[in-house]
């Protein structure tokens, strides 16, 4: 009796939590009845599916047809043949709608990642064209190879006007020496003048 007063629950402190073998409505969340309820709309629409159901009828009508009178348990208006087939679309409709609910869903997720995607893409894209065209202007500023060789020809013509630069080579003179200065000799060196 002692035993037995030690093991009945007290109402000051919770019960214990005991493992159950027997599983609840509760404990099927709606993510995996999504999952079932998508399985079973997918299969529905196989060619697999139209073929068992036809199979399943011909073979339910033909047997309460042909059958001999005691065996057959649906007669001819075949009333729970078409109570098993009501039986079936009632429980196949929600099922599919909800397969397409979730589809609806999966579409709008994707959807909008698209478009934060595309967003995304098009605020790039108008960066490196903004960064493109500052570039551009940039170089259209920038001193070029031509741009300070003509400048340097100037200044020099401009000193040898006032007098500031005595023994300038000619124009022919400065051409052979150019190329006097990268040609090599015969030892493989450059000479220079």
Do not use: C, K
């Not at 709008?108 to 960064?131: C, G, M, P, S, Y």
């Not at 300070?148 to 020809?153: A, K, Q, S």
């Amino acid at each position: 009796m002692a035993e037995r007063r030690d093991r009945a629950p007290r109402l000051d402190q919770p019960r214990e939590a005991r493992r159950q073998f027997i599983s609840r409505p509760e404990a099927l969340t709606e993510e995996a009845f999504g999952v079932l309820s998508e399985r079973f709309a997918r299969y529905m629409g196989t060619a697999y599916f139209l073929i068992g159901m036809t199979i399943f009828v011909l073979a339910w009508v033909l047997w309460n047809l042909l059958a001999p009178s005691d065996w057959r348990f649906d007669e001819y208006p075949f009333i729970f043949l078409t109570l098993m087939l009501s039986l079936q679309a009632s429980y196949a409709a929600p099922l599919i709608l909800l397969a397409q609910n979730r589809q609806a869903d999966r579409d709008r997720v994707a959807l909008e990642q698209d478009r934060t995607r595309d967003e995304r893409n098009l605020a790039d894209t108008e960066f490196l064209t903004r960064e493109v065209a500052a570039l551009r202007i940039a170089m259209r500023d920038s001193a070029t190879r031509d741009f300070v060789r003509g400048e340097l020809r100037d200044l020099l013509d401009e000193m040898e006007e006032r007098g500031l630069v005595v023994g300038r080579l000619a124009p022919d003179d400065r051409d052979a020496s150019d190329t006097a200065r990268t040609r090599p000799d015969e030892g493989g060196s450059h000479r220079s003048t």
